[in-house]
């Protein structure tokens, strides 16, 4: 490939995203009431982990392993932007996807359609931020979190929340694609997802487990797509460990578009649905 | 009505039916069983998480915790086996009109509309809910003796019925707003909150956990029955509560069918 048409393709890619983007933001802006309703449903979850820390914490005098409530507050609020950005395309519409024949659609694509599920989640997230904006306002006056934000963790942040977003996007692609085999995958998916809240921070930060726990939570990707980016926020990282957690990101995000490619070359290969 | 427990033989009859269809279908159980215990060891372990580093929540130890759960997965079994199927196939009929071959029929709407679903297979969270609560009973220090086991059988019925109101008056929210599909994941989401004792939450929390969503009568006022800390004048209060809620209810469901239009127009 000549360089004027490698660039031409890298535009065209670009301009791929930029207009599934847009059209993500429009289309979800208009459904604006039912996503709304579903960030104040999910919001349960975290304040409910929040207030048995918080009662632990005082029950202990104030703390548990250094950690106040103040600090679980903040930890929780942040949480809940992270919750948002950890939504992809489900494993659970793998199913349907090739029971219905999308997926035949999607082939005649002269782009992998990988593409177009990591640009229109993308673009959705911009509406769920700006959605979410006023509920951190709300849960902060409840709450009272105690930040402590530096201007490399904020910029930190910026960058793992979108990291976060590309591991879990493939992640939760390699375990849709199990689909191409079998599609008796329900059990499997729920093994998946308790391994993941368990190992992720999402139930409570990762300080709080057992030794062993986090040592098996650094080698799985779980961790860096949940706990890390809270605690550069809501915790106190040392700027090594920061950008040491930023290189573990690239790692597995390079690992996991890696699999993508490995697996649906692979799945293809058996894909043999009805088109329409 | 002539005879006094026709609602009982009617509420059975369609019970049969539901569960003669149900057992079609045994790879089911196995399913559920899986899915249950999966659910059972994740509350497990984070009930041993947090003990490992408290050794009592907000005045309730280990163990009485333990008992919270176990009512937690038996009241969740029985609100998905009979109180949530029948109030979605509710909705969806309001939706589409189909109520009206309810309506037309020689009984009493709202127990036909209360009854004509189960879903057995959904009930094996019930039967893991009193394992685990039998478990929890053995090891509380506390004797249970039979008053407390009686207290605890009658504030699982009040429970029962309490949150069978909640979801009823919810679901008659259907009459006027029609798109209420999304009440089903507000209350799953709302439910979990019922896996600690509501003691420990803040406040207004706790009063509206306690008369807006009953989870406080649901869960907790049981499993203080089971760690003998349920006192008379509670379950009265908890009676009483419950007989209004019925009352308000009832009225509330033939304020709402009078807006029901029907489906043959």
Not at chain 1, 244 to 262: S, T
């Amino acid at each position: 490939m000549t360089a004027v048409a490698a660039d031409r393709r890298a535009g065209g890619m670009a301009d791929f995203y930029r207009t599934v983007m847009r059209t993500a933001v429009i289309e979800q802006f208009q459904y604006r009431a039912a996503n709304y309703a579903y960030m104040v449903g999910m919001i349960t979850e975290p304040v409910i982990y929040l207030v048995v820390w918080s009662t632990v914490a005082r029950a202990q005098g104030g703390a548990v392993e250094g950690i106040t409530p103040g600090e679980f507050a903040a930890y929780y609020i942040v949480w809940t932007l992270v919750r948002n950005m950890n939504i992809v395309f489900t494993p659970y519409g793998w199913e349907q996807r090739i029971r219905e024949g999308h997926l035949s659609a999607m082939l005649l694509r002269p782009v992998h359609p990988i593409h177009y599920d990591l640009a229109f989640f993308a673009g959705w997230k911009f509406v769920v931020i700006v959605l979410w904006l006023p509920l951190a306002a709300v849960l902060s006056l409840v709450f009272r979190p105690t930040f402590a934000i530096t201007p490399l963790e904020a910029v930190v942040f910026t960058v793992a929340i979108w990291g976060a977003y590309l591991i879990r996007s493939f992640m939760l692609w390699v375990l849709g694609m199990v689909t191409f085999w079998t599609t008796r995958v329900s059990a499997l998916y729920e093994l998946y997802f308790t391994a993941e809240l368990l190992l992720s921070g999402r139930l409570v930060p990762l300080v709080l487990m057992p030794t062993w726990v986090l040592a098996v939570s650094n080698v799985l990707p779980f961790r860096w797509t949940f706990g890390f980016p809270i605690e550069v926020l809501a915790g106190d990282l040392a700027p090594r460990e920061l950008l040491v957690g930023l290189a573990v990101q690239v790692l597995w995000v390079a690992l996991g578009a890696a699999l993508v490619a490995g697996v649906w070359r692979l799945g293809i290969a058996r894909y043999a649905a009805v088109g329409n | 009505m002539r005879e006094p427990l026709r609602p009982l033989r009617l509420a059975w009859t369609f019970f049969r039916i539901s569960a003669l269809n149900e057992l079609q279908y045994r790879v089911n159980f196995f399913l559920q069983l899986v899915q249950s215990l999966v659910a059972v060891a994740t509350a497990l372990a984070v009930l041993a998480l947090v003990f490992s580093h408290t050794a009592q929540l907000g005045g309730w130890s280990r163990d009485e915790l333990l008992a919270v759960l176990g009512v937690h997965i038996l009241m969740g079994g029985v609100i998905r086996a009979v109180i949530q199927p029948n109030m979605q196939r509710l909705i969806d009929d309001v939706r589409q009109g189909t109520l009206d071959y309810a309506l037309t029929k020689p009984a009493d709407a709202q127990l036909l509309a209360s009854t004509r679903e189960f879903r057995i297979w959904q009930g094996v969270d019930v039967l893991v809910g009193a394992v685990v609560l039998a478990v929890a009973a053995v090891r509380v220090e506390a004797a249970v003796g039979i008053w407390s086991a009686l207290g605890f059988a009658v504030a699982l019925l009040l429970g029962a019925i309490l949150v069978y109101c909640f979801w009823l008056a919810l679901t008659i929210g259907a009459f006027w707003i029609v798109r209420m599909e999304f009440i089903v994941e507000l209350f799953d989401g709302v439910y979990q909150a019922g896996r600690w004792p509501v003691t420990i939450y803040p406040g207004w929390l706790r009063i509206g956990f306690t008369f807006l969503v009953p989870i406080a009568f649901a869960v907790t006022l049981p499993a203080e029955g089971v760690t003998g800390r349920l006192d008379g004048a509670t379950l009265a209060g908890a009676a009483a509560f419950t007989a209004a809620l019925l009352a308000f209810t009832r009225w509330l469901w033939r304020t709402g069918l009078r807006r029901y239009a029907g489906a043959s127009a």
